[in-house]
Structure formats: C-alpha cells, structure tokens
C-alpha cells in the first residue's frame, strides 16, 4: 500500500532500460521516486508504462523530470522538489564505438554530469549514491572469473568514464566519510520485464548482441554478424556473462537496503552478474528457443578490443548484500523476446 511509504530516491536515467525496471521495482518496495532523464536514448513513453504496471496507487510516488546532468539548472530544479535520501546514478553514454569518435561527448556527459550531481547532493546533504559502473572496468581480465579487487584497466573512452568516476566517487567519499557510496559493476544486462511492456529499444543499429538477435528475429535487420569464431573457447566464440535486467533491477534495490543500514560502507564495488559464462552461439541458440524463429549468421572476424571471456565473480555481492541473480538463459530469451514480439519497434509503433 502506498501509506508504507519508504524513502525518497532520485534516479538519473531512469527512463533507460536498466533505469525503467528499476524503477518498478523501487516503487513496488514502496518508495517514492523521481527520475531526471534527458531523453537523449529513451522515450517518455517507456515512464508512462511503468506507471502502468505500478498501478494507480505506486505510480502516484513517481515523479518524471526531462532534464539533463550537465546542466546544473535542471539539477537544482529537481532538488528543489523533494529531499532525497538517495541518488541511483544510470545516467549516462554507453556505446564504445561512440566514445571513441566522440571522447568529448562522453567526457562530458558521463563525467561532468556526474560531477555536477556530486555537486548538487552535496548542497542538499545527500550523501548516499549506487553508481551504475560495469564489467567494462576489468578490461581484458588476465583471469576469470573477475574479482571486485582486480586491478582496474580501461579500453576505450566509454571504459575510461566508468573507471574514472569509480576513482573519483572513490577521492569524494575519502574526502569526506560521510558519504556512503555502492559501485555496481554490470556484465551483460539482457531480458526485459516479463508482461513484455517495458525492454531495450536502442536508437539506430544496436551495438550490443541481444538487442541485434532480436532486431534479426522480428525482421528488422537481415542476419547477425557473429564477430569471431577462433577463440579458444569451447565452440570458438567469445563468453560473456548475461544477466536478465529484472535480476539487475533486484540488485540495485539489495545494494539501496545495504546503504541505508551500513553507517561505515564507506565506497564499495560489487559485480552484478550470474556468474556463468554463455557463448555468442549459446545465446543465439537460446533465442531461437524462445522465439521458435531461424536467426542467420554470418561469421565475420573479431570485434576490435573484444576480450575472450568474461563473467562475474558473485560471492561477495551474494553474502554481503544478500543478493543472486535467479534468471537463466532460457527466461532471458523468453522475455525479451516476449518484448520484441509485442513491440517489434519497440516503444515507436512503426519505424522511427
Ligand atoms: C559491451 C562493451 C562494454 C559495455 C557493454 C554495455 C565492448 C568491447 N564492450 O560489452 O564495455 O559495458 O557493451 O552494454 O563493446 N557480438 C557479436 N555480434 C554483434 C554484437 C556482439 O558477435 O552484433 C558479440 C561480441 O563480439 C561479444 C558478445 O557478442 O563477444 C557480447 O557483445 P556486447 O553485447 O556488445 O557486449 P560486450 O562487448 O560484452
């Protein structure tokens, strides 16, 4: 019932994929929530269906800005609205081909939107904050599975924001304990909302691997392009760890209880991830399952930069914020694939 109210939460792109079913997740825990969003790769529509799915009762703790980090207006605005007692910290530029042509464009965004949000907390004395970093941070990992202590490396500049606003959270909270602050460090968020309402809609070509097999199954695009099939792995294509968004979703609401209950958490990293490894052709094979449709390949050779193998070391996320991902392959290609059959252009109705 919404009169169990929680706490209030500010989520910076909050509209995006990983941001949407979040923040359905937050309201049904009863919180009260505001998301700034600038729309730059998201659509109000995707807020106005979570509202939906909340129902009437919890979308009413739901508060939607457009508005972007950069601009310290737009903040304050926002900070005007309520007092909030934490920030979950999504938004922000995710494409590593784009961050190579346009570092500028990713600086900016991803850190000096960051830096004002530090700012703006700051002036209104919230000090807690769960920052969205990734797996990207591990670089090409020399072992595996990856361990929060690793040493930390970056790629490209999409790579280097992660890992240098994960230095910078890490020199604020130093500066001043006050701060609590969680790093959750994302492998491969896949899947979508089980009604199928809310999923990933990327604007033009997708880079990453699920959303292009699902572009591929609902016609949109012709075959996919399995970059690399000569790694030493078992069926010569590259391993990742894949992890369904409503598990990822969980997560971020385990890591909110975790600050709000541990004075001394000082500025933490956990993996969020399954721990299990899939391979291109595995993950291909589990969405021709789900969606009963051929996906052609074509084998083409590796993607610059692309590591071998990566997954998630889950103890510590496990024991110390009480949280494990539940999905597997099979329910994350029932999923998104239950998302692409419903909104074959995703929140558009037609082609964009
Ligand atoms: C990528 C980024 C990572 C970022 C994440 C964000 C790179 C090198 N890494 O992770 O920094 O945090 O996205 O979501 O870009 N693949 C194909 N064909 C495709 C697309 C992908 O074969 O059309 C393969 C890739 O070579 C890789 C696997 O699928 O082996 C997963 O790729 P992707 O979904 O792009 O994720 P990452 O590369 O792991």
Known sequence: MASQKKQCILVTGGAGFIGTHTVLQLLREYYRVYIIDNLHNSVPEAVERVKVLAGPALSANLHFHVGDLRNKDDLEKVFTQARFDAVIHFAGLKAVGESVEKPFFYYDNNIVGTLNLFELMTKYDCKKMVFSSSATVYGQPKKIPCV?????????????????????????QKGDPKWRIVLLRYFNPVGAHESGQ?????????????????????????????????YPTKDGTAIRDYIHVMDLADGHVAALQKLFNTENIGCIAYNLGTGHGASVLDMVAGFEKASGKKIPIKFCPRRQGDATAVYASTEKAQKELGWKARYGIDEMCRDQWNWASKNPWGYHSQHP
């Open 148 to 172: 929060e202590d690793f040493q930390l490396q970056a790629m490209n500049p999409y790579g280097r924001t992660k890992l240098f606003l994960e230095e910078i959270a890490r020199d604020i």
């Open 198 to 230: 809310i999923g990933e809609d990327p604007k033009g070509i997708p880079n990453n691997l699920m959303p292009y097999i699902q572009q591929v199954a609902v016609g949109r695009l012709p075959e996919l392009n399995v970059f690399g099939n000569d």
